[in-house]
Each structure stands twice: as C-alpha cells, then as structure tokens.
C-alpha cells in the first residue's frame, strides 16, 4: 500500500447526503484504507497495544478488556518502566507483549480488535488525521451493512 494515499474509498450511494454525511464518508474511507493494511506479526500490533495503554490512548472497547485481564492476573502492568528499557529508553514490554498474546489466543474477538486498533492507528497516522477509533468503526461497519444490505438487493 502506498504511503501517500491519493484517494479514500466510499460507497456512492452516500452521495445523496451530502453535505450532512460527510463524517459517515470520511470515517468508511479511512476504515477501509486501514483494513487493507496488515502486520508483520501479531507482536508488532501488541506491542502498539501496550504504547498506547501505557500513555493512555487506548479506545474504550480494548482499555475495557486489559483491565479485566488486570483483574484477572493475565496482565501484569510494568507500573515501574511502562514498558521502557535501557538508557535509550526503548519501548520493549517483552512480558506484556507474551501476556496479551495467550490473551489473545484464547479471545479470538480481543485480538481483533487489537489488529482493528493497530491498523486505524497505522491509517491515521499515514494520513495525517486525528480521530476517535471506536467511533470511526462503529459509523464504518453501519455503512459497510448498508453495503452488503444494497448487494443483496441488487442479486
């Protein structure tokens, strides 16, 4: 996928709104733009997992399931380090990344929504944009039922 993105993707229909939906156009695009995106591993999107807990940004729909594995005593919180080592100060939380991954493992729907995180945050980043996760989401997969409601009826 290339870095600079020329376009956004949107379904047509969602013409007839505008300009009243242009966040409903603008929140598919970007969704569909980072679906495309895969990573290398799932240590790479638990490892940015653990960073945006750590600096608190995670969205509500995954902060949710930590703090129960918290509870739990699944995840140990490097409360000393957050996750940072050496004197460079690298970010390597090899123990969380381990937690999260038998996490994961075992909650297929934790670690799709770790991946879903991973690749908005990957989207946004890429093109420049500020925004919500789980609010992009939600409006994406209502429109993308849409979609598939309108594939339906055109069979």
Not at 12 to 17: D, M, Q, R
Not at 141 to 148: H, L
Request: charged share 20%; net charge negative; glycine share 6%.
């Amino acid at each position: 996928m290339s870095a600079e993105p020329k376009y956004i993707p949107f379904p047509l229909f969602l013409i007839s709104g505008l300009p009243d939906n242009l966040n409903e156009i603008f929140d598919y695009g970007i969704y569909k733009f980072a679906m495309n995106m895969q990573p290398k591993g799932m240590d790479v999107v638990f490892t940015q997992v653990l960073y945006a807990f750590y600096r608190q940004e995670l969205p509500p729909s995954i902060k949710k399931k930590l703090d129960s594995l918290i509870r739990k005593e699944l995840f140990t919180p490097d409360e000393d380090y957050n996750g940072f080592v050496g004197m460079a100060g690298e970010f390597y939380p090899e123990t969380g990344i381990d937690e999260l991954a038998t996490a994961g493992r075992q909650d297929l729907e934790f670690a799709t929504n770790c991946v879903q995180f991973w690749q908005m945050r990957q989207a946004l980043s890429i093109l420049n944009i500020k925004g919500s996760i789980d609010p992009i989401i939600r409006s994406a997969t209502t429109i993308q039922k849409q979609v598939d409601q309108r594939a339906l009826i055109h069979w």
